[in-house]
């Protein structure tokens, strides 16, 4: 406990970049949640077609296997492009970027599916009622689809973003200092691993937690007037 | 996918050929990793699942929170604190679990594994199981069923048979949370392709082998459900009249 202590800066700093890391790649992932989302409901074909292999390749593919290929083969694919191009010299893409970047995408394709499920879920009658008052198109989606697509996608919201912010641990392997990172190499230096790692499972969860209650609250104030089976 | 990516991205194929059968031992790895710890997680999920489901009363609490507690966590870090934390305690060092099965990273990630998919899998039976209709319930005490006849014979099949689309995403992320193993030194699919790269000093090659690898699996499962699901949830599709 003292040791915990003692290297609190460091858990501390450890998990504020887990938590700037997992809204960054959450914000990243609602846009594209929201694109797949759109795409597949689209009458274009060309879109459909696309969206699906987006979520097909993220579903059939483990994530640190993308972030790593990213992480290292994008660095690479950059470079030689910038060269090829000579548009652009060195650059070296960060983790962060590398991290927040790879988790918003695979992610956006499991918001693909609970957006697309939660504007299907609206009756359809609601809409044309809106064109038929003569609403504009933002206007439909801002006072008919938004508030109800919201209800109905915070269940699979909340799910969705949970195991984001778990699979966030994963960017410690490509060396980003998140909380695993720090906890790990605090761990390490003072040879009480077993410590350390419990401290850091002790945070994921309280970070979970908080993330449960919180959306629970919102789910149930989006609710207001709806009828739960 | 896989002559898509080849196609396109200058790879060297025959570093890839030469190594495959590195590659075919990962996926070797990979697959007793994950269908281990499903198998032994489901086993310990059917009888905390029924305790869950009938509000046991000491039981229920203590099921629940370790269900909470393992879903609320990375199942990087529980892999961490067995097979990194655990060595910490002398006594288990000196003890018999430790020269056999805890100092060794495939024993560690089955059993961080193991526990991690039964915590999943406890609370998709459970909801399986609450969500039995209840009319099948009042049928199996109307013909004389006992407490324990019902379970066996009404309940339990006919919550497998509703658990099985939400099992098999379950199947897919423990093989994507698998990947893991390659983080404590085993040599699973990612692990021999990071070996690869590291070996070669290469980019891409090991890893986009070791994603198209894990993209087939991918699809082989999920043909096998659809099979599953087509012969064993035929009662519940909509007939074309």
């Known amino acids: 406990m003292d040791l915990i202590f003692e290297y609190r800066a460091q858990l501390l700093s450890g998990t504020l970049l887990t938590v700037q890391l997992a809204l960054a790649s959450l914000v990243i992932s609602v846009i594209f949640g929201l694109l797949g989302a759109w795409a597949k409901l689209s009458a274009n074909r060309i879109?459909?077609?696309?969206?699906?292999?987006?979520?097909?390749?993220?579903?059939?593919?483990?994530?640190?296997?993308?972030?790593?290929?990213?992480?290292?083969?994008?660095?690479?694919?950059?470079?030689?492009?910038?060269?090829?191009?000579?548009?652009?010299?060195?650059?070296?893409?960060?983790?962060?970027?590398?991290?927040?970047?790879?988790?918003?995408?695979?992610?956006?394709?499991?918001?693909?599916?609970?957006?697309?499920?939660?504007?299907?879920?609206?009756?359809?009658?609601?809409?044309?009622?809106?064109?038929?008052?003569?609403?504009?198109?933002?206007?439909?989606f801002r006072?008919?689809?938004?508030?109800?697509?919201?209800?109905?996608?915070?269940?699979?919201?909340?799910?969705?973003?949970?195991?984001?912010?778990?699979?966030?641990?994963?960017?410690?392997?490509?060396?980003?200092?998140?909380?695993?990172?720090?906890?790990?190499?605090?761990?390490?230096?003072?040879?009480?691993?077993?410590?350390?790692?419990?401290?850091?499972?002790?945070?994921?969860?309280?970070?979970?937690?908080?993330?449960?209650?919180?959306?629970?609250?919102?789910?149930?104030?989006?609710?207001?007037?709806?009828?739960?089976? | 996918m896989m002559e898509q990516f080849l196609a396109w991205f200058p790879l060297d194929i025959s570093l890839i050929a030469a190594n495959f059968d590195r590659f075919l031992y990962g996926v070797w790895l990979t697959l007793n990793l994950t269908f281990l710890s499903l198998v032994l997680g489901g086993l310990i999920a059917i009888p905390m699942a029924i305790a869950r489901a009938s509000r046991h009363r000491i039981l229920n609490p203590i099921i629940w929170a370790y269900t909470y507690v393992f879903r609320g966590t990375p199942l990087l870090v529980q892999t961490y604190l067995i097979y990194y934390g655990v060595g910490q305690f002398e006594v288990i060092r000196q003890s018999w679990l430790w020269d056999p099965i805890l100092s060794q990273a495939w024993w560690c990630a089955l059993i961080a594994f193991t526990l991690n998919?039964?915590?999943?899998?406890?609370?998709?039976?459970?909801?399986?199981?609450?969500?039995?209709?209840?009319?099948?319930?009042?049928a199996a005490i109307a013909s004389g069923h006992s407490k324990w006849g019902r379970l066996r014979r009404i309940i339990l099949p006919s919550a497998f048979r509703r658990a099985i689309p939400a099992y098999s995403n379950e199947v897919i992320f423990m093989l994507h949370g698998s990947v893991v193993a390659s983080t404590i030194t085993l040599q699973d699919i990612l692990g021999v392709g990071r070996w690869l790269n590291g070996r070669y000093y290469l980019a891409y090659e090991g890893f986009i082998t070791a994603a198209g690898l894990y993209f087939l699996i991918v699809l082989a499962i999920t043909f096998a459900f659809r099979k599953a699901e087509t012969r064993y949830l035929r009662h519940l599709t909509r007939r074309n009249t």
């Open chain 1, 47 to 140: 879109a459909r077609r696309f969206a699906n292999a987006y979520t097909t390749l993220v579903r059939g593919v483990p994530d640190l296997v993308l972030i790593m290929l990213v992480f290292y083969g994008g660095q690479v694919t950059l470079n030689n492009l910038g060269e090829a191009l000579g548009l652009w010299g060195y650059i070296e893409i960060s983790q962060f970027a590398a991290g927040a970047g790879t988790i918003g995408v695979i992610f956006g394709a499991y918001f693909t599916e609970t957006f697309r499920g939660a504007i299907m879920a609206i009756p359809r009658g609601q809409i044309e009622a809106g064109i038929s008052c003569g609403m504009p198109r933002g206007l439909i």
């Open chain 2, 117 to 138: 998919t039964a915590a999943y899998s406890t609370e998709l039976l459970r909801g399986a199981i609450v969500d039995t209709p209840l009319g099948e319930v009042e």
């Open chain 1, 143 to 229: 006072h008919i689809i938004w508030p109800q697509m919201v209800r109905f996608a915070l269940p699979g919201f909340t799910n969705t973003w949970l195991v984001q912010l778990k699979t966030t641990a994963l960017v410690s392997v490509i060396g980003l200092q998140d909380l695993v990172y720090n906890a790990f190499t605090a761990g390490r230096s003072t040879g009480q691993l077993f410590t350390f790692m419990a401290a850091a499972f002790v945070i994921y969860l309280t970070l979970t937690a908080i993330s449960d209650i919180a959306l629970r609250a919102l789910d149930r104030r989006y609710s207001v007037g709806g009828v739960r089976a």
